[in-house]
């Protein structure tokens, strides 16, 4: 029989049981999961990050979730990340709500996970699915993911972990010269990167609120 562990990360119980649910009862004749769960970022981190864990055959992380600030994790793609370094041969699974074009091409893009899920595209049937072409080496997006790639132009824009981090920060009431605390990067180069967000996302005034509104729009900001 092989054994595989997961790891699921949600905030909402409801959400971890039914992924549960359905992972139990796939080929339970010659598959074994050990289940590991976390209900946000601090305590994903927590398990991800512990000597004791042994590494994950495959997580599903859903995207937007409570932060763990103190460690610079705004997001189940910061987890991912995290995945990825520490244990490398994981499969990710990243399910969201947001359904721009933009924020899925940079999910693509940066993490380039084994599966991407609309939530709205998910069914028990559609998980099932999902996990079997995962577990068998195979990328999976759900329909509605495959359809906006399947339309998208080619000059699609797209922003990195510092500019998603900027616009939290902003979005917080964080002062533009007190950033660099937080991320480690020069404060000339957190000026640079705003205007550039402003021209990306066509704001032609001086206004953070019109940046972080429409940053919150694109689906760029949680």
Known sequence: MIQNNILIVDDHPFIIEGYKNAITRYNPKDFEFFISQAKDCK???????????????????D???????????????DLAKLINKT??????ILLTMYTELLKIKTIISTINPNGLV???????????????KVINNKIYYS????????????????IDQFDEQILFHLSKGTKLNEISQYI????GEIERRKLNLKELLKIEN???IDLIREAKNQGLLF
């Open 206 to 208: 001086d206004s953070d």
């Open 63 to 77: 995207i937007s979730m409570p932060p763990y600030e103190e460690k610079g994790i705004y997001s189940g793609e």
């Open 184 to 187: 480690p990067i020069s404060l």
């Open 143 to 158: 329909q509605s993911v495959q359809k906006m790639l399947d339309l998208a132009e080619k000059d699609t824009i797209e």
């Open 43 to 61: 305590s994903a981190y927590d398990i991800i990050t512990n000597p004791d864990t042994l590494a994950f055959d495959i997580a599903f992380l």
């Open 87 to 92: 244990m490398p041969t994981c499969k990710i």
């Open 118 to 132: 609309i939530k709205n595209d998910l069914t028990f049937d559609e998980l099932l699915f999902a996990f079997d």
